[in-house]
């Protein structure tokens, strides 16, 4: 699987998982690398964009600005490396 489609495919899934958070739904307050800006999912200890752990909160209006600060690319490479 390339890159691409991968990535389509996680950002599906991570903003539904994104939308279904009560935090979230009530804050708007998403958790945020602070080294890359990607957001986050609340059980994630580091950015799975570039494995830094310094994370951030930071209140994100709208859903729509989403899928562009989902990257996953440390991710990626790391579940490529396994194959």
Not at 63 to 79: G, H
């Amino acid at each position: 699987m390339d890159y691409d489609e991968w990535i389509e495919r996680e950002r599906r899934l991570r903003i539904r998982i994104l939308e279904g958070s009560p935090l979230i739904q009530k804050e708007h307050c998403f958790r945020v690398c602070s080294e890359c800006r990607e957001i986050l999912l609340c059980h994630e200890e580091s950015c799975p964009n570039c494995d830094s752990g310094s994370i951030d909160r930071e209140n994100i209006e709208t859903f729509a600005a989403l899928p562009a600060r989902i990257r996953c690319k440390y991710r990626f490479l790391k579940i490529q490396e396994r194959k």
